[in-house]
């Protein structure tokens, strides 16, 4: 069973609309974390959360970390072709020596 | 300004030869992780490691595969004897001290054939 599930595992749109994805988890984490993956490159580290209910915004994209620290979501508005790739959330649990617990992935087109 | 390097950025290895995978951190960081993200899978955990030292290895497997963080120069993933099942992503992050953002390079794809 993967500890954090990312959904929906793809997601294609047309440019200028919004979106949201998600990642659960019936564990805490400490703290959770979203990155971006090109193909062929590592993952960018885009935003970290860590208080329950916490929103933080970078650009376009609103990220929530749930009351809860079990789950979040990042937010799209007016999405465009470059935000097109790979999008992992990871989460650190407490006590576990800081090594991450990665979901699978979103993947998000956004066409022209 | 250099972020976290590795080398060779692709690797081919023969079955039953060794795998060398190079990591430099991002300057000022003293801490090293280790991830191996297999095709349709996340990344996984592997090992991590501060200077001389291996804090946690319980992503490891337990069998050909090593990692060091020596005083001076890269930390080293080493697999010994490589078989199919080792072509992966190896991907390596840094971060400043324990818990803090983990910034990763851009990976060393091996393929084992």
């Known amino acids: 069973t993967q500890l954090l599930e990312q959904s929906p595992q793809f997601l294609s749109i047309q440019e200028g609309e919004n979106l949201t994805v998600y990642c659960n988890s019936s564990?805490?984490?400490?703290?959770l974390q979203w990155y971006r993956q090109e193909p062929g490159e590592g993952p960018v580290l885009l935003v970290t959360v860590v208080t329950g209910g916490e929103v933080k915004k970078l650009k376009r994209l609103t990220f929530q970390f749930g009351d809860a620290r079990k789950d979040s979501s990042l937010h799209i508005t007016a999405a465009q072709p470059g935000d097109t790739g790979l999008y992992l959330c990871a989460g650190e649990r407490a006590g576990a020596n800081s090594k991450l617990t990665f979901g699978k992935g979103i993947t998000l087109s956004v066409r022209p | 300004n250099a972020g976290v390097m590795q080398n060779p950025r692709h690797l081919v290895r023969r079955r039953g030869q060794e795998a060398r995978l190079r990591c430099s951190p991002m300057?000022?960081?003293?801490?090293v992780y280790w991830y191996r993200q297999l095709p349709e899978e996340g990344l996984k955990f592997m090992v991590y490691?501060?200077?001389?030292?291996?804090?946690?290895e319980s992503g490891m497997p337990k069998e050909r595969f090593s990692a060091e963080f020596p005083k001076e120069g890269p930390s080293i993933l080493r697999i010994q004897q490589v078989v199919r099942g080792d072509s992966a992503a190896y991907f390596c992050a840094s971060s400043r001290e324990s818990g803090n953002e983990q910034y990763f390079g851009p990976g060393t794809r091996l393929t084992v054939t």
């Open positions: 490691l501060q200077k001389e030292n291996i804090i946690d």
């Open positions: 300057k000022g960081h003293s801490h």
């Open positions: 564990s805490v984490f400490s703290s």
